[in-house]
Every structure is written in structure tokens, then in C-alpha cells.
């Protein structure tokens, strides 16, 4: 039956050929690591966000008069409800932190320089989409922290001289955070970024696959070494055959990261909502402590200390624009960070920082 | 001018045509519209409010609160933080206004006094009309 289904397709668009030249044949260096696998680990998180996602729409209603009891109802009423909302919640935070630890391992390991900046600006670009999906996801329970959380988040355009409060408002809808704001949310988070994630995705795919696989973790290769004059796709004849066996890593990986989720739903369920994540919105009563997501922290507490809202601003816009073009500032031909003190200084200092801003933000 | 440069152009004038005449309704529709007229003034009995005390209203949609200050008279003034928006509340031993987000403190003039909220509280006009106080 399989042998017939098989053939079948062969014929029409020659599927043998196409499994053998991608799958078998791709290979895949000896030198790989296992933190090559997490650009999948990360596509198959947004897979089940993407599966939950759209279970939860079944029963959600965008609405401020409902959106509260509506996720109510499904935490408690709808059979499994809590299910699919917990793993979407513990999903969206485990998802950002997999994207973190993809961007960390591709920048210590040099994998961003020269022939794959286009690659890690899209990266890049996918880092803030996937933020930006937390946030807006963050508002649609409509809690007493969500609602804060973006009211402090879609004031912080306001520093901005001219344009800040025109932008503010279109964020919001309005004056202030509003069912107008919960409606545009909504429309961002399930039909604006999807499409644009999506783009990014296939791009950054392309870009992968047509510039090749780096296999140069450490120290300078003939890639380096080459002048730079014409288009060359980096292969690895002598290496590892993609399928079966780094396709098991990748496997394994997404299998840490399923059950990871799991664990967590079922141990530390209250993880990502504090007290005021379980009270319905107020907007006329602002609760004693409001914080962003523990990947915001790190901004949110920035701004907070930097006495100046447009100076606070101007450095955070400013450090992203270093962050998106990072591979354009770093020409140093040496990949190897631990051969680049100052480098490795820096990058430990702006670690550390991120971990105090975060804590002190959390407190 | 040559057939195909002329057409190039009148191509070039059709496609930004098309473009302006989209992208500027699309501009339009994502700036939310301006609210409609509001509620010109509110109406509160003075008993309500104790020397020293204050009463949080909700005025035009925004959140208000009416202090009557020992030796200073009543003042209204807007609740939300000229920092990022939250509610500040009355604090009545201290009295000042606090903003429980980061700490910004005011006094009862609406002034700061400390913390990273960068201009005064907007004041409400407000008078005393026989045993009630009308804001608006
Ligand atoms: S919002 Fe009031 S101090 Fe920041």
C-alpha cells in the first residue's frame, strides 16, 4: 500500500528524488553541536502555540465585558480547557526563551558573520516578532496585570516628542487602554503577526539552507579564509547524513523542550500568573505591583531608572539597532570568542546587566 | 518622448496613484476617531468629602479625585500618572498622591515631588456651588 502511495507520487512529482537529494543527502558537519538544534526546538514551539492557539479561539471572546469569564470558563469549565491554555501560556514563555538561547549559541559560536548576516537580522526580526506576540497576547485575559502592563507599555511611546502621543494612541485605540485596545490586540495577535512571522520564518529557512550550514563553531575555516567575490554554498561532503542521524538530535531536543512544558504544567502551574494575573481588569484601580513577563523585565526596569522617559527611549531603540545590525559592527574576521577578550568582556558585562535588570525589575 | 518611457511614466503615475489612494485611507482608519462631546460637568455634594479626606470620581472617563486640603480648599485633580499612566491614589497620612507603579509622588497641588513622573497632575476646573462642588 505505502510501496503504492509512494509511487504514485513519484510519478507525478518525483518524491524519491526529492527525499534522497533533501533529506538523505543533505549533510549535516561532523562538528555540529547540539545547540544547532534549537532553530528547531523553536519551529516546533510555535507549532503547538499555533495548535493551542486556535483551540483557545473556539472559546474565547474578544470583548472586555467577556474576555475575563470567557478564559475563566475555559481554565474551569471547558473539559481540558486548562489544558491547552496552560500550554499555550507556559509555551509562549518557554518558546521566547528557546529563541534567547538560539540567538546566544549562534553568537558565541561567531555563526553570524560573513556569509549569514542577512540570517541573523532575520533572526533577529523573528526575536521581536515572537516578543511582540507575548505582549499582545498578554492583554487578551484581560486580568488586573495584563491590563496595567500594557498601560505602562503603551505609554512608553508617549517620551517620544511629536509623534509619541499619536502613536500611543493608535497602539491603544485611544486615550487609554480600552476594549478598543483589546479588539486591536487581538486582530494583531491571531491575524497581523501570523502572517508576518510567517514571511520571516520562510526567509530565514531559505537563508539557512541556501548559504549552508556552518561547521565552524571554533577557529577559522577555509569559509573564513576565502575572498569574498561570488556567491558559494557552504557543503559538507564529508559530513554526517542529515536523516537519520542529527534528525534524532532534533527529536530529542523537541522532546526536552515537550517535557519541560509538561513538568511545568504540572508542577509549578501558577508559574506564570502571580495574584493579580487571576483578577479581572479594573480600569479604575491600579494594583500594587504591575510587571511586564520576565523578558520584558530587563527594558521595563531600565526605563524605570533612567530619570530621563526620551533619553530611556532613544538607548533602548539604540541597543536594538545595535542588536538587529550586530553582525555589521563586529568585522573582526576571528569567530572564536574565547580568543576575543574584549569581546567575551563585553558580552559577560551586558549578560550580567540584563540578569541585575531583570531581578531588580522582578522585585 | 519615446512610446515606452511615456508608458513607464503613465505606469509609474497609476501605480502611486493607487498606492497614496490606499495607503492613505489606511493611515485614517488605524488613528482611532476622536471621542464624541462629553459630559460637560459633574455634580458631588460637599458632605462628601471631610476636611483632609479625598473622593476618587470618574469625570469625562477620566479618573479623578477631589481633595479637600486643610487650609487650601477643594482641588480636583486627574488620577493618572503623567509618568506611564497608572492610578495614583490619596495618601491621606502623608498627604500627598502616590503612584503605586514606580514610586512618583505628589502633593496635593498635583505637583511632584518625587520619583520619574515628569510634569504635574492635570488640576480639573472646579467650583463650589452652595452645598455642592461641580467639576467641569
Ligand atoms: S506610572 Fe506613575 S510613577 Fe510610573
Known amino acids: 500500500m505505502w510501496d503504492r502511495v509512494r509511487n504514485w507520487l513519484d510519478v507525478r512529482i518525483g518524491i524519491n528524488d526529492l527525499v534522497e537529494e533533501e533529506v538523505r543527502a543533505y549533510r549535516v558537519p561532523k562538528n555540529i553541536n547540539i545547540f544547532?538544534?534549537?532553530?528547531?526546538?523553536?519551529?516546533?514551539?510555535?507549532?503547538?502555540?499555533?495548535?493551542?492557539?486556535?483551540?483557545?479561539?473556539?472559546?474565547?471572546?474578544?470583548?472586555?465585558?467577556?474576555?475575563?469569564?470567557?478564559?475563566?470558563?475555559?481554565?474551569?469549565?471547558?473539559?481540558?480547557?486548562?489544558?491547552?491554555?496552560?500550554?499555550?501560556?507556559?509555551?509562549?514563555?518557554?518558546?521566547?526563551?528557546?529563541?534567547?538561547?538560539?540567538?546566544?549559541?549562534?553568537?558565541?559560536?561567531?555563526?553570524?558573520?560573513?556569509?549569514?548576516?542577512?540570517?541573523?537580522?532575520?533572526?533577529?526580526?523573528?526575536?521581536?516578532?515572537?516578543?511582540?506576540?507575548?505582549?499582545?497576547?498578554?492583554?487578551?485575559?484581560?486580568?488586573?496585570?495584563?491590563?496595567?502592563?500594557?498601560?505602562?507599555?503603551?505609554?512608553?511611546?508617549?517620551?517620544?516628542?511629536?509623534?509619541?502621543?499619536?502613536?500611543?494612541?493608535?497602539?491603544?485605540?485611544?486615550?487609554?487602554?480600552?476594549?478598543?485596545?483589546?479588539?486591536?490586540?487581538?486582530?494583531f495577535h491571531i491575524s497581523i503577526l501570523p502572517p508576518i512571522f510567517l514571511m520571516l520564518l520562510g526567509l530565514h529557512l531559505f537563508l539557512t539552507k541556501r548559504i549552508g550550514i556552518s561547521g565552524t563553531p571554533f577557529g577559522l575555516s577555509a569559509e573564513e579564509k576565502r575572498p569574498w567575490t561570488e556567491y558559494h554554498k557552504k557543503n559538507h561532503p564529508d559530513g554526517y547524513p542529515y536523516y537519520p542521524r542529527f534528525f534524532q538530535k532534533d527529536l530529542f531536543m523537541v522532546m526536552v523542550y515537550l517535557a519541560v512544558m509538561f513538568f511545568l504544567i504540572t508542577f509549578a502551574p501558577n508559574l506564570f500568573f502571580p495574584g493579580d494575573a487571576t483578577m479581572p481588569a479594573d480600569p479604575y484601580r491600579t494594583p500594587a505591583s504591575i510587571r511586564p513577563e520576565w523578558y520584558l523585565l530587563a527594558p521595563y526596569q531600565m526605563l524605570k531608572i533612567i530619570p530621563n522617559k526620551f533619553l530611556g527611549v532613544i538607548i533602548q531603540v539604540a541597543l536594538f539597532v545595535l542588536f538587529l545590525f550586530w553582525p555589521f559592527f563586529d568585522t573582526e574576521k576571528e569567530k572564536n570568542i574565547m580568543k576575543r577578550p574584549f569581546l567575551r568582556g563585553m558580552f559577560l558585562a551586558a549578560f550580567a546587566l540584563w540578569v541585575i535588570l531583570m531581578f531588580w525589575g522582578r522585585s | 518622448m519615446k512610446r515606452r518611457s511615456f508608458l513607464q511614466l503613465l505606469l509609474s503615475a497609476l501605480g502611486i496613484t493607487t498606492l497614496a489612494s490606499l495607503l492613505y485611507p489606511l493611515v485614517r482608519y488605524l488613528v482611532p476617531p476622536g471621542t464624541a462631546e462629553k459630559a460637560r460637568t459633574l455634580v458631588i455634594a460637599k458632605r462628601d468629602?471631610?476636611?483632609?479626606?479625598?473622593?476618587?470620581?470618574?469625570?469625562?472617563?477620566?479618573?479623578?479625585?477631589?481633595?479637600?486640603?486643610?487650609?487650601?480648599?477643594?482641588?480636583?485633580?486627574?488620577?493618572?500618572?503623567?509618568?506611564?499612566?497608572c492610578l495614583v491614589h490619596y495618601d491621606k497620612e502623608n498627604r500627598q498622591l502616590l503612584c503605586p507603579c514606580h514610586a512618583g509622588t505628589f502633593d496635593l497641588d498635583g505637583h511632584v515631588i518625587s520619583g520619574p513622573p515628569p510634569k504635574p497632575l492635570p488640576v480639573l476646573p472646579l467650583r463650589v456651588d452652595g452645598e455642592n462642588i461641580v467639576i467641569g
Open chain 1, 36 to 187: 544547532y538544534t534549537l532553530g528547531v526546538v523553536t519551529i516546533a514551539g510555535y507549532l503547538i502555540q499555533v495548535i493551542t492557539g486556535i483551540l483557545l479561539l473556539i472559546y474565547y471572546v474578544p470583548h472586555p465585558d467577556h474576555a475575563f469569564q470567557s478564559v475563566q470558563g475555559i481554565m474551569n469549565k471547558v473539559p481540558f480547557g486548562w489544558l491547552f491554555r496552560q500550554m499555550h501560556v507556559m509555551g509562549s514563555n518557554l518558546l521566547i526563551g528557546v529563541v534567547f538561547a538560539h540567538m546566544l549559541t549562534v553568537f558565541l559560536m561567531g555563526n553570524y558573520k560573513r556569509p549569514r548576516e542577512l540570517t541573523w537580522i532575520v533572526g533577529a526580526l523573528l526575536l521581536f516578532v515572537s516578543v511582540a506576540f507575548g505582549f499582545s497576547g498578554y492583554l487578551l485575559p484581560w486580568t488586573q496585570l495584563s491590563y496595567w502592563a500594557t498601560t505602562v507599555a503603551t505609554a512608553i511611546p508617549t517620551a517620544v516628542p511629536y509623534m509619541g502621543d499619536l502613536v500611543a494612541n493608535v497602539l491603544r485605540g485611544g486615550e487609554s487602554v480600552t476594549g478598543a485596545t483589546l479588539s486591536r490586540f487581538f486582530a
Open chain 2, 49 to 85: 468629602i471631610p476636611l483632609g479626606y479625598a473622593k476618587e470620581i470618574v469625570f469625562n472617563d477620566v479618573p479623578a479625585v477631589v481633595v479637600n486640603r486643610p487650609g487650601k480648599g477643594l482641588i480636583a485633580l486627574s488620577r493618572v500618572c503623567t509618568h506611564l499612566g
